[in-house]
């Protein structure tokens, strides 16, 4: 399938830059014409993907997150989130609902959990030491 729109930003890992990542998603898939429900749900899971890369990848400490979004001509939308923190050992332990490696901030460990049930799909590629990216796939009108 062809990408007919794509767009890249790349901006400090600080929490106030959430807010921003989560707009400028938003903004690029307004296009399409998705349904309010459609646009929280990514709305949601860039929020989480970007706190993840805060949080966790880099550990609060000043890095860069990475955002790459694509659609494709069946309104297919792609964003891929980095960051080159400090990487995901075990990915599919990240994966559980619950797990967390920051219990002392009182994290709920459910990021990923809400990733995927807010997303027809979502990838996660890390290694130790170089960083994390993950990839959320949403298509936009597939409930008409």
Partial sequence: ???VNQMRLSFPSKSRNEAFARGAVSAFITALDPTVSELNDLK???SEAVTNCIVHGYRRKNGTIYIYASVR???TVTVKIRDKG???EDIEQAM???FTTSPEEERA???FAVMQSFCDK???KSAPGKGTTVTLIKKIGADE
Wanted: charged content about 20%; proline content about 5%.
């Fill in 73 to 75: 001509e069946d309104n």
């Fill in 109 to 111: 460990g459910l990021g």
């Fill in 96 to 98: 559980q609902p619950l």
């Fill in 86 to 88: 400090v990487g995901i």
């Fill in 122 to 124: 979502v990838r996660v």
């Fill in 44 to 46: 949601t899971a860039v």
């Fill in 1 to 3: 399938m062809k990408t």
